[in-house]
């Protein structure tokens, strides 16, 4: 006769930290189509058995008990003198979860046979747990010629399970006395009660979240005083409508969240830090939240918004994405700023930064930072344009890439050029206009004031470049303050017909670049305008349509110069 001593639990409660897969199992005899060779003591199957549990000094509000024992008597009941132990799972308010133990045959999870223990959330209410409502799966298998033990002990609150609950723990019986030992435990895992009602609503310490129960189990607290961590591949949505603090980190542990796509946060007002990938969240709106003591750093793959409305106090906002991504933070005065993919900025009080970084993909928009007066530094990569009408200095470097225009009517010096280089332009305006007319000096002692554009370089009120510069691509510039240029000053690759430079005084020029006459002239020069340039050098390397005659006059007036290339011959116009 088949004894099938697995029993459907249906346990409308709700259970927190459901397990970890487990490592072994007990069987159903003849489920392989022979013996189990799991028998207990006295030869029997062990038996689960299920009762309701009602409200008393083991469940306040009601529950289930659950009794393990063996069946001495090979009835295929659980009777009241075989049970052996008993576990208690206690009921609260909050969604109904459901677990169901079901035979597993002989196969891939367990080779000997065994029993697949399954758990979900009943969000359809009908009190089954169907296919698609099962969010964890864990395996008790069979070896071979050994019984596999399921103990389960009362687990007293702590870090475990912080309202106390049920230790699951399986073994093989390798000694064959019957009993799972402590030295024969490999798994052990967690049902967790809810916390008795009227309680504090504060969970003391750190939470894991690795499954849906885990989250109908969180929906009764409004603080987590340590962190919560997300380790749920296959959790879809997290919802956690009364959250209010999080007292240190919402963070990836483990799996991460790689399936997450709904991350419902409404009331949540304060964190110490959010460090979360989750590449299937399409949104991440935090409606509530004031502070971040931290950072807030949040990426995905298909991440396209990013809502802040509330969020006054933070140390940084870190945002990352392929993009098209919208980015909204309209209380926010103060904050580091790193985005990448960012499309639609929504900054209108930010007035300092220790830094902002910001990179775009392949689609190019408009940047606006209308209120920032001062930051640590400013790289920007790839925008459409970018404008900052009342930004007047940066300590740090500023390396700018906008492809139809610059505009900083505001800053009046730039100590650092962040080591920019002939290759890496500090300002690249594609094909648009630079445009720096409160710019009084450049220091960037630590690189080269770099200008690309083949639009205008507008700086009418820069007087001294400290180190190094180069104007490349241009097509027009107004540089008529300039008097002193440090270390070098490249002109190259320009469609410029006159360089006209009224107060230069003192520089060492390149015209044009490179070592052969082909590459890096100025194709279109034929004149420069630098009346007070009495000191220095210039250097002509392949300016085709400059005459010799001119070179001539401008090397005897600067004092010393080199012609690298033939220029243009006959007489000057």
């Known amino acids: 006769m088949k004894k099938d001593w697995v029993r459907r639990l249906l346990v409308t409660l709700v259970i927190g930290n459901w397990p970890v897969v487990l490592n072994a199992c007990n069987s159903n005899e003849d489920a392989a189509g022979g013996s189990s060779g799991n028998t207990g003591t006295d030869g029997g199957a062990p038996l689960i058995d299920q009762v309701a549990e009602p409200p008393g000094s083991n469940c306040p509000s009601g529950g289930l008990a659950i009794h393990l024992g063996t069946d001495q008597n090979q009835n295929g009941t659980l009777e009241p003198n075989e049970v052996t132990s008993t576990a208690y799972v206690c009921g609260a308010a909050g969604k ?58 009362p687990e007293p609150p702590g870090p475990n399970c912080p309202a106390a609950g049920t230790a699951i723990k399986a073994g093989v019986d390798t000694n064959g006395n019957g009993t799972l030992e402590a030295s024969e435990v490999t798994s052990t895992s ?37 962190d919560l961590a997300i380790d749920a591949p296959g959790l879809k949505a997290v919802s956690l409508p009364v959250l209010t603090k999080v007292g240190k980190s919402i963070y990836n542990a483990g799996n991460g969240a790689p399936d997450l796509a709904t991350l419902g946060l409404p009331a949540l007002k304060s964190v110490g830090d959010v460090q979360l990938v989750a590449d299937s969240l399409g949104t991440l709106e935090l409606p509530a939240l004031q502070t971040v003591q931290n950072e807030l750093n949040v990426s995905g793959l298909t991440l396209a918004n990013v809502k802040l409305p509330a969020l006054i106090s933070t140390k940084a906002i870190t945002v990352s994405a392929p993009g098209p991504l919208s980015v909204s933070m309209p209380l926010v005065t103060s904050a580091e700023i790193n985005l990448s993919g960012v499309t639609v900025l929504d900054a209108p009080v930010l007035s300092s930064s220790l830094g902002v970084h910001i990179t ?103 007087v001294t470049v400290k180190n190094g510069m180069q104007l490349r691509k241009l097509s027009s510039l107004s540089l008529s303050s300039l008097k002193q240029v440090g270390f070098g000053f490249w002109v ?47 250097q002509f390397f392949g300016n085709p349509l400059f005459p010799q005659c001119r070179a001539d006059a401008l090397i005897a007036q600067v004092g010393s110069g080199l012609v690298h290339c033939p220029l243009a011959s006959g007489p000057c116009p």
């Open 96 to 153: 109904a979860a459901l677990v169901l133990l079901d035979p597993e045959p002989t196969g891939p999870n367990c080779p000997a046979g065994g029993t697949a223990i399954k758990a979900g959330v009943d969000p359809n209410g009908n009190g089954t747990l169907e296919p698609n409502e099962v969010t964890s799966t864990a395996y008790v298998c069979s070896a071979a010629g050994k019984a596999a033990l399921v103990l389960l002990d």
């Open 190 to 226: 967690y049902a967790c009660n809810a916390p008795p009602l009227g309680g504090s609503g504060i969970l003391q310490g750190s939470f894991t979240i690795h499954n849906s129960l885990d989250v109908a189990f969180l929906q009764q607290f409004t603080e987590v005083t340590g």
């Open 360 to 462: 775009q993909g392949q689609t190019k928009t408009p940047i606006s930072l209308p209120a920032l007066t001062t930051t640590g530094q400013l790289i920007v990569d790839g925008v459409s344009k970018l404008t900052a009408p009342k930004l007047t200095s940066s300590s740090g470097p500023i390396r700018i890439r906008a492809f139809s225009g610059i505009d900083l009517p505001s800053v009046n010096t730039i100590p650092s050029c962040g080591l920019s280089n002939y290759e890496v332009p500090m300002f690249d305006a594609g094909a648009g206009d630079i445009s720096l007319p409160g710019l009084l000096s450049i220091g960037c002692e630590d690189g080269l004031a770099s200008f690309e554009t083949t639009g205008a370089l507008i700086a009418p009120g820069l």
């Open 492 to 538: 190259h690759d320009t469609t410029l017909v006159s360089l006209d430079l009224p107060a230069l005084t003192s520089a060492t020029m390149t015209l044009g670049k490179g070592a052969s006459c082909g590459v890096g002239t100025n194709s279109l020069l034929t004149k420069v305008n630098a009346p007070n340039w009495k000191a220095g050098q210039v």
